[in-house]
Structure formats: C-alpha cells, structure tokens
C-alpha cells in the first residue's frame, strides 16, 4: 500500500484512507512525500528535514489509531508521481489526493494524479474534496 502525501487537506483524506484500508488489508503502508530544490544546492539538507517534518506532521496520530500498520517513510527530491509509481512496484493500492484543476467541474484531476492514474500497475484511489471546498 502506498500513499502520497504533499501536506494538504486532500493529501490528508489520502493518508486516512491509506491507513483505513491498510488496516483491513493487513498490510504495511509506504509513505511518500517528495521535494525540489532547483536553485539553491547548500539548502539540500535543510529541504531534506523540512520535508521529513512534513510527512511527520501528516502522519502523525495515526500510529496510535492503527498500531498494526508498520509504516516506511520515504522522503526523495524527485517528482511526486515518479517516486509514488517506484514505491508501488509491488503495491496492492496507491492512495494520492488530488486538488483538480481549478476550472469546470470536468476537469477533475490535478498532474500528479493523472500521472499516477495512466501508469499505475495496481488498483489507485484518487481522494478528492467534498463539493463545494
């Protein structure tokens, strides 16, 4: 099971989802969160551990919720769908949120989803705000 996670309210509803069905599936989850630094080489640290927060923050509670979901944390510069689809080699389920392009209501998914929607080897969730958010 694999599960993005980019700290926002939709990435949110994907990590409650991820934990939810790895729960009932018995299996482990893979958490990834990914950045960029294009400009500034020195701040590479700085960027790794801020990401490392991040994927924390958006993780956190959920070990107490599901004790029985062992959790692997991966945090990579590189972009989000290629390193959700190498997570999910092996995958059961890929969980990702997606904001959707602002626009007319068809236009529903945002890159990353769509990305990971036309090269997914496995079954995917796409979490999506409620109407009207």
């Not at 989850?29 to 923050?57: G, I, K, N, P």
């Amino acid at each position: 099971m694999v599960v993005g996670v980019d700290g926002s309210a939709c990435s949110a509803d994907a990590v409650a989802i991820a934990f939810d069905e790895a729960s009932r599936r018995g299996t482990n989850l893979v958490a990834v969160h990914t950045w960029s630094e294009f400009y500034h080489y020195d701040a590479r640290t700085t960027m790794q551990t801020e990401a490392e927060a991040v994927l924390s923050e958006n993780l956190a509670g959920y070990g107490e919720k599901y004790p029985e979901v062992s959790v692997q944390r991966i945090v990579v510069e590189e972009p989000p769908a290629k390193a959700i689809l190498v997570a999910a080699a092996a995958a059961q389920l890929i969980v990702v949120g997606s904001h959707g392009r602002r626009g007319f209501a068809g236009m529903t998914l945002g890159s990353v989803a769509q990305a990971v929607l036309h090269a997914a080897e496995c079954p995917l969730i796409i979490a999506r705000p409620a109407a009207g958010n």
